[in-house]
């Protein structure tokens, strides 16, 4: 079992490398989920998850979540071939935790994060932005 801190690590980047992960078939999980960030203006990025959240309808979907942990699930999921038989293992294998998850054991591993010189927003700044109420 891998562990992942999420803090102040890129989401994309992140989740490309939980993806590798899973498809070699290890078990993953990330604490600090809320604390991964996303590159790019505030605004365009709270615009863009608020525009895939209106699609659809509420009975059928797509479904779009709220919650930190969720947002960044999705993520890793949208990195793997989930409508194949393999990526649906591979997905199930991840777990995700809103702050550190009080894990023992495990091979523990922070993301290695370059120092950030750009906008950026936390995943719990745009979860907040959705509606999420944590």
């Known amino acids: 079992m891998i562990?992942?801190?999420?803090?102040?690590?890129?989401l994309g980047r992140m989740a490309?490398?939980?993806?590798r992960q899973l498809k070699n078939g290890e078990e993953v999980v990330i604490i600090n989920a809320e604390q991964a960030i996303i590159t790019g203006n505030k605004k365009q990025i709270v615009g863009k998850?608020?525009?895939r959240r209106r699609i659809g309808s509420p009975q059928h979907g797509p479904f779009f979540p709220k919650k930190p942990?969720?947002?960044?699930r999705?993520?890793?999921r949208?990195?793997?071939?989930?409508k194949k038989p393999s990526g649906r293992a591979a997905f199930k294998r991840l777990?995700?935790?809103?702050g550190p998850a009080g894990l023992e054991g495990g091979e523990a591993r922070s993301v290695a994060i370059k120092e950030i010189k750009t906008d950026y927003i936390k995943v719990a700044e745009l979860a907040k932005a959705?509606?999420?109420h944590g």
């Open 78 to 82: 949208g990195m793997l071939e989930y």
């Open 74 to 76: 999705r993520t890793v």
């Open 16 to 19: 490309s490398e939980v993806a």
């Open 69 to 72: 942990d969720m947002i960044v």
């Open 3 to 10: 562990v992942i801190n999420a803090k102040n690590a890129v």
């Open 130 to 132: 959705l509606g999420w």
């Open 95 to 98: 777990r995700v935790h809103i």
């Open 49 to 51: 998850y608020l525009k």
